[in-house]
């Protein structure tokens, strides 16, 4: 198996619209992407989806890639779904601890609207930044285990 990666960093400085994809991105401690709307003293400073589910919206007939879901990382070979929340992982150099497993889609969800579905809700996860770094496409994801342990 390949090892999991980073395959887009996506940004967006405005709320409700889907993030552009970037060369790379500066992740800081209580922040998360620096200059991304999202970002800020929370829970949910980087949202994560994996390239498998956006593939899995695409056999459902939706025209989406990375960023179209308003994630701010897609990985891939990784089920970022299934890691429990306390769970570590780095993004390239960057420490990152799992907060929320998914979220309740927005009303005006388009991909919702086209599709019938999405998958953010059910796939996606946020995560808190532990140490400031820059990520990139290409760089490695691993797990590091829980919190504390």
Do not use: Y
Request: aromatic content about 2%.
């Amino acid at each position: 198996m390949n090892q999991p990666k980073i395959v887009s960093v996506n940004i967006s400085s405005t709320k409700g619209v889907v993030k552009k994809p970037v060369p790379s991105g500066c992740l800081e401690p209580d922040v998360g992407l620096v200059g991304d709307a999202h970002s800020g003293p929370w829970h949910r400073q980087l949202s994560l989806l994996a390239m498998e589910s956006i593939d899995f919206m695409r056999a459902k007939g939706a025209d989406v890639n990375p960023g179209d879901f308003a994630e701010n990382i897609t990985t891939q070979g990784i089920e970022l779904h299934t890691l429990p929340i306390g769970t570590r992982l780095k993004l390239g150099e960057v420490e990152v601890e799992v907060t929320q497993i998914g979220k309740e889609c927005h009303a005006g969800c388009e991909i919702r609207k086209l599709v019938g579905d999405c998958i953010m809700p059910r796939q996606g996860i946020f995560v808190r930044v532990l140490n400031p770094g820059e990520v990139r496409s290409g760089d490695p994801v691993s797990r590091m285990g829980e919190a504390g342990g």
